[in-house]
């Protein structure tokens, strides 16, 4: 479990790179479904992703193991599911953090540069690097590729040290429903515990 949530954060911070580096929709899209691969150190994996408006949804499976994240920023929460009925909810207010609070800050600002125009997945594209700053400092910063024949849509994200290279594949626009941001009927919120800042405390008990 806990390396399903180490994958489902590591998702998170590649979407919303791109998400602070295109504004609230991938290259002007608030409404669009894709493949996500992606590559680390600790090896590869693929999810599938739905987004609309600033709704996000990410299912992912590894080694046969199943974990879907509902990010909620109208809500302000984060739903995870990791097997069975259980799911556990995570405020996504905490100090700025959540998506919509990135976007929507004066105080981040986006620097993005042009480096050469490549072809991803048969995509002509051009790649950029960004750097992400927040009151002058820098943040996060890595590259990303526009694909010119998707009104922009980022296909792919490498990190600043090369260590992490996602993919977005198969991109479908349009066609999202709400429902696919909901929790499914019949599950039991699971209670989660008292966590310091960062990854610790113990597993979550269920309601």
């Known amino acids: 479990m806990k390396k399903l949530a180490v994958m489902a954060t590591t998702l998170f911070s590649a979407v919303l790179f791109a998400a602070a580096a295109f504004g609230a929709g991938f290259g002007g899209a608030t409404n669009y479904s ?12 693929t999810s599938k992703m739905f987004f609309k408006d600033t709704k996000m949804r990410m299912e992912s ?23 069975g009925k259980d799911y556990m909810e995570m405020p996504l207010d905490l100090s700025k953090q959540d998506i919509q609070s990135k976007l929507h800050d004066p105080n981040v600002k986006v620097d993005k540069q042009f480096i050469a125009n490549e072809t991803v997945d048969r995509h002509p594209a051009k790649k950029y690097h960004i750097t992400v700053t ?49 929790v499914p009927a019949g599950y039991k919120k699971m209670a989660m515990p008292m966590m310091p800042a960062g990854l610790g405390g113990g597993m979550p008990r269920r309601r």
Do not use: C
């Open 134 to 182: 927040t009151n002058g400092k820098a943040e996060k910063s890595g590259y990303i590729w526009e694909a010119s024949d998707l009104s922009n849509f980022p296909v792919k994200y490498e990190s600043e040290d090369g260590k992490m290279t996602t993919v977005w594949k198969n991109i479908k626009i349009g066609g999202v429903s709400d429902s696919v941001f909901e």
């Open 34 to 45: 894709a493949d996500m691969e992606t590559t680390t150190q600790q090896g590869a994996f």
């Open 61 to 83: 499976e590894q080694r046969g193991h199943k974990s879907v994240t509902i990010i909620r920023p109208d809500k302000k929460v984060m739903w995870m599911m990791m097997g």
